[in-house]
Nanobody, 123 residues
Framework: QVQLVESGGGSVQAGGSLRLSCVAS????????LAWFRQAPGKEREGVAA????????YYADSVKGRFTISQVNAENTVYLQMNSLKPEDNAMYYC??????????????????WGQGTQVTV
């Protein structure tokens, strides 16, 4: 059974940083697509970043490029999202999700079957 557990959310002032963690079980991080999504109140779930082939390929939404970094430590079965220069528009619930392949449509939430419970980021 695949499980994803997020942590690391919290409240931070604009311009600050947070690092989110997603601990995965039941999957091989070296062969899966791991992604971070976020959802603000009243808005659709949005793809933020994704990592594939053990971190060899990464993808980012334009809104976070240069500010967020996705990484993973395969030995720890953990995927991280380092978020710097946070803005009020980054305020959302952040979710970790996994699917088999990232690809050019990595940002489509419907492609992901397994989700974590989410962690709140307040800016």
């Amino acid at each position: 059974q695949v499980q994803l557990v997020e942590s690391g959310g919290g409240s931070v002032q604009a311009g600050g940083s947070l690092r989110l963690s997603c601990v995965a079980s039941g999957i091989d991080l070296t062969t899966a697509c791991l992604a971070w999504f976020r959802q603000a109140p009243g808005k659709e779930r949005e793809g933020v970043a994704a990592s594939y082939t053990g971190g060899g390929s990464t993808y980012y939404a334009d809104s976070v490029k240069g500010r967020f970094t996705i990484s993973q430590v395969n030995a720890e079965n953990t995927v991280y999202l380092q978020m710097n220069s946070l803005k009020p528009e980054d305020n959302a619930m952040y979710y970790c999700a996994t699917t088999q392949i990232c690809g050019p449509t990595w940002y489509e939430a419907a492609r992901y079957a397994v989700w974590g419970q989410g962690t709140q980021v307040t800016v």
